[in-house]
Nanobody
Framework: QVQLVESGGGLVQAGGSLRLSCAASGRALSSYVMGWFRQAPGKEREFVSASWGLSTTYYSDSVKGRFSISRDNAKNTVYLQMNSLKPEDTAVYYC????????????????????WGQGTQVTVSS
């Protein structure tokens, strides 16, 4: 079991930056594929980014080049650095952890993830 707590959301103007944190307890994050998802009102939960192994990362096309995922294993924390934010990035952002067996070949699918945080709101004003 792993518990995830996100923080760092808030209100920012378009073009600004935020860094989200996802602190884990219970087990080491290095044991999991870690993902970030987001959900805007009236929309389905959407894949944003994932990290696994020593340094492998993957991004959705909508955030590639603007967002960056990273881990600090000593702090058992995953980060999502979000730059050049756009109003369409407005959503509740969730971090999630997947067992490698579940995530194999489907890291962009929310159903592959076993554990979820409570979410943090990101609002980007135009």
């Amino acid at each position: 079991q792993v518990q995830l707590v996100e923080s760092g959301g808030g209100l920012v103007q378009a073009g600004g930056s935020l860094r989200l944190s996802c602190a884990a307890s219970g087990r080491a994050l290095s044991s999991y594929v870690m993902g970030w998802f987001r959900q805007a009102p009236g929309k389905e939960r959407e894949f944003v980014s994932a990290s696994w192994g020593l340094s492998t990362t993957y991004y959705s096309d909508s955030v590639k080049g603007r967002f960056s995922i990273s881990r600090d294993n000593a702090k058992n924390t995953v980060y999502l650095q979000m730059n050049s934010l756009k109003p369409e990035d407005t959503a509740v952002y969730y971090c999630a952890a997947a067992n490698y067996a579940n995530a194999n070949g489907r890291i962009v699918n929310p159903v592959a993830y076993d554990y979820w945080g409570q979410g943090t709101q990101v609002t980007v004003s135009s």
